[in-house]
């Protein structure tokens, strides 16, 4: 399979219309449909668009990141884990698993002895989504 760019605009809001992301007026993105993250029903939207489409794209919790996981936070003992540095909390680091793979957790809180609590939830876990998109171009 021929990997497919594409380049568009974008408005990520929660489905109560609070603002996650979006593109700039000059810098629209370009990505690999096969390697971009998105929920695969919106890379399925995204194939269907011609340019000049303008369309929006409702992902419900279920389809779009998943619901938030409680088990999904984990307790690690950050003085025996590589870097020392403890980062602030909020923010992102990638963990490598034995198979090599590299997973993100967001640093949720840290405690006095040590240890920290690390969210492996996606940061959309648990939100309905809405994706307004304007494609420019695809093949």
């Not at 603002?19 to 890379?43: M, N």
């Not at 923010?91 to 590299?102: A, N, Q, R, T, V």
């Not at 967001?106 to 940061?123: C, K, Q, T, W, Y």
Request: glycine share 6%; proline share 9%; with cysteine.
């Amino acid at each position: 399979m021929n990997e497919q760019w594409i380049v568009f605009h974008y408005r990520l809001l929660t489905r109560d219309g609070s603002l996650i992301d979006e593109t700039e007026v000059d810098a629209p993105l370009c990505i690999s449909l096969e390697e971009s993250g998105f929920p695969a029903a919106l890379v399925r939207c995204l194939r269907d668009l011609s340019p000049g489409d303008e369309v929006s794209v409702d992902l419900p919790t279920e389809i779009a990141y998943g619901p938030y996981d409680p088990d999904k936070i984990q307790r690690i003992d950050w003085m025996n884990e590589p870097p020392v540095d403890l980062p602030a909390a909020g923010e992102m680091i990638l963990f490598e698993m034995p198979s090599g793979e590299e997973v993100p957790g967001r640093l949720a809180s840290i405690a006095e002895d040590g240890h920290v609590m690390i969210d492996f939830n996606h940061p959309l876990a648990g939100y309905d989504l809405v994706f307004y998109l304007q494609m420019i171009s695809c093949p």
